[in-house]
């Protein structure tokens, strides 16, 4: 199991940037995929953006891409979103996920941070 601890959410003007920090422990060892996902208040649950543990391939969901940047700290463990030019639509709780090597499944969450972004 691996433990996830998100920082760095808050209010934003929309145009304006954010950083995410996803913090992680436990069995770092059974990462594939490090990922941020998002929910708005009404919606379900969205994707946004992805990095495998080993290496850097990322990828993005298409409404984000060009003004989201996800990265990583190995050495400590963390997984970064920076977001850029913001939107009032990107206001949501986004999460932290973990993608097990074995299950292939997203199984470990954070607990969330909230963002949101004023017109």
């Known amino acids: 199991q691996v433990q996830l601890v998100e920082s760095g959410g808050g209010l934003v003007q929309a145009g304006g940037s954010l950083r995410l920090s996803c913090a992680t422990s436990g069995r770092t060892a059974s990462i594939y995929t490090m990922a941020w996902f998002r929910q708005a208040p009404g919606k379900e649950r969205e994707f946004v953006a992805g990095?495998?543990?080993?290496?850097?391939?990322?990828f993005y969901a298409d409404s984000v891409k060009g003004r989201f940047t996800i990265s990583k700290n190995n050495a400590v463990n963390t997984v970064y979103l920076q977001m850029n030019s913001l939107k009032p639509e990107d206001t949501a709780v986004y999460y932290c996920?973990?993608?097990?090597?074995?299950?292939?499944?997203?199984?470990?969450w954070g607990q969330g941070t909230q963002v949101t972004v004023s017109s």
């Open positions: 990095i495998r543990w080993i290496g850097s391939f990322t």
């Open positions: 996920a973990v993608q097990g090597r074995t299950t292939m499944k997203y199984e470990d």
